[in-house]
T-cell receptor, first 116, second 110 residues
Framework: GAVVSQHPSWVICKSGTSVKIECRSLDFQATTMFWYRQFPKQSLMLMATSNEGSKATYEQGVEKDKFLINHASLTLSTLTVTSAHPEDSSFYIC????????????FGDGTRLSIL | QKEVEQDPGPLSVPEGAIVSLNCTYSNSAFQYFMWYRQYSRKGPELLMYTYSSGNKEDGRFTAQVDKSSKYISLFIRDSQPSDSATYLCAMSPNTDKLIFGTGTRLQVFP
C-alpha cells in the first residue's frame, strides 16, 4: 500500500517553457503532499508543503511564482516550473502523507528535468 | 551544526557482510525515525519506521533508536549486491515534515 505515482519521469525542454509535474497517491488519500528537489549526490531539499484545498507553504528561498503548486484533490498535486531555465534542471520528487494513517511519507519515483 | 548528521560514505563491503549505517541528531523533540533507500534516479523507498527508542526488525534489516544518545542505526545482515544504494535517515517530531540526513552511499560487491 501507500503508492505514490509521479509523472513524467523525465522531461527535456527548451529554456523559457513551463513544465508541469504530476504527483498522485494511488491507494490512499494524501491530505498533505511535499515537493522536494535533489541535486546529484545530495540529500532531498524540501521546497514546499501543500495541503489539499489550501495554498502551498514554501520554504525559505523558494520562489513561489517560479514553482507553482496546486493540490486540488486528495489524490493529486501538481508542480509547475514556470519559464524554466537551465539552473532549474534538477531531480524533483514528491511525497504523499496522510496523518490519519499514522504512516510516514511515501515518495514518488521522481522527475528528472533537463532544461536546454 | 546540522540537525541531522550522516556520514556520506561511500561504504564498500563484500557480499554477505553486516552493514552498519548511522545518524546522529541534535533535536530532542524528534520522535519518529525512518530509513529510506534510494536507488540511482529513483525516489526514496521506505525501509524502516520507528517511534521513540527501541529496536525494530524486518527481515535482514534492523533499526535501532537510542534517544538518550541521539543516535540511530540501521543494520543490514547478509548484504547483497542489490542492497547497493544510498540510505537516507529521516526524522521528525510528528511524522509530517521530515529532516533528512545527507545519505550514505553503500556498495556491496560480489
Amino acid at each position: 500500500g501507500a503508492v505514490v505515482s509521479q509523472h513524467p519521469s523525465w522531461v527535456i525542454c527548451k529554456s523559457g517553457t513551463s513544465v508541469k509535474i504530476e504527483c498522485r497517491s494511488l491507494d490512499f488519500q494524501a491530505t498533505t503532499m511535499f515537493w522536494y528537489r535533489q541535486f546529484p549526490k545530495q540529500s532531498l531539499m524540501l521546497m514546499a508543503t501543500s495541503n489539499e484545498g489550501s495554498k502551498a507553504t514554501y520554504e525559505q528561498g523558494v520562489e513561489k511564482d517560479k514553482f507553482l503548486i496546486n493540490h486540488a484533490s486528495l489524490t493529486l498535486s501538481t508542480l509547475t516550473v514556470t519559464s524554466a531555465h537551465p539552473e532549474d534542471s534538477s531531480f524533483y520528487i514528491c511525497s504523499g502523507f496522510a496523518p490519519r494513517n499514522n504512516q510516514p511519507q511515501h515518495f514518488g519515483d521522481g522527475t528528472r528535468l533537463s532544461i536546454l | 551544526q546540522k540537525e541531522v548528521e550522516q556520514d556520506p560514505g561511500p561504504l564498500s563491503v563484500p557480499e554477505g557482510a553486516i552493514v552498519s549505517l548511522n545518524c546522529t541528531y541534535s533535536n530532542s523533540a524528534f520522535q519518529y525515525f525512518m530509513w529510506y533507500r534510494q536507488y540511482s534516479r529513483k525516489g526514496p523507498e521506505l525501509l524502516m519506521y520507528t517511534y521513540s527508542s527501541g529496536n525494530k526488525e524486518d527481515g535482514r534489516f534492523t533499526a535501532q533508536v537510542d534517544k538518550s544518545s541521539k543516535y540511530i542505526s540501521l543494520f543490514i545482515r547478509d548484504s547483497q549486491p542489490s542492497d547497493s544504494a544510498t540510505y537516507l535517515c529521516a526524522m521528525s517530531p510528528n511524522t509530517d515534515k521530515l529532516i533528512f540526513g545527507t545519505g550514505t552511499r553503500l556498495q556491496v560487491f560480489p
